[in-house]
Nanobody, 115 residues
Framework: QVQLVESGGGLVQPGGSLRLSCTAS????????MEWYRRGPGKQRELVAT???????NYADSVKGRFTISRDNFKKTVYLQMNSLKPEGTAVYYC?????????WGQGTQVTVSS
C-alpha cells in the first residue's frame, strides 16, 4: 500500500524558513508528478508547487521567489524549502504524488507562521 509521510512542519516567526519533506513508500514504480498543497484556516485547499518527473517546476504566484520545490527520485522524496514565510502561510501542508495514474495524499503537516 502506497503511503506518503510528511515531516518538517512547525512554528516559525515571520521571515523565517522551514523545509518540508514527503517520502513515498509501498510502491516500486516510479513517481510521476509530485506536488505540495496547503489549506489555511477557513480557506480552500490551494496548489503551492509542482515538480514534474523530468525536472520542470511550477509555483503559485503567492510563493514565487520564496519557495523552492525539489525532488529526489531515487529516495522517492519531494521537498519544499520555504523562505521569507508570511503569517498567511499558516496552513496544513499536504503532499501529493501520482503513481501509475493514481493520486495519493500525505496526512498533512502543520505550519504556523507567527511572532
Amino acid at each position: 500500500q502506497v503511503q506518503l509521510v510528511e515531516s518538517g512542519g512547525g512554528l516559525v516567526q515571520p521571515g523565517g524558513s522551514l523545509r518540508l519533506s514527503c517520502t513515498a513508500s509501498g510502491s516500486s514504480f516510479s513517481i510521476g508528478v509530485m506536488e505540495w498543497y496547503r489549506r489555511g484556516p477557513g480557506k480552500q485547499r490551494e496548489l503551492v508547487a509542482t515538480a514534474f518527473s523530468g525536472g520542470t517546476t511550477n509555483y503559485a504566484d503567492s510563493v514565487k521567489g520564496r519557495f523552492t520545490i525539489s525532488r529526489d527520485n531515487f529516495k522517492k522524496t519531494v521537498y519544499l524549502q520555504m523562505n521569507s514565510l508570511k503569517p498567511e502561510g499558516t496552513a496544513v501542508y499536504y503532499c501529493y504524488a501520482n503513481i501509475l495514474y493514481r493520486g495519493y495524499w500525505g496526512q498533512g503537516t502543520q505550519v504556523t507562521v507567527s511572532s
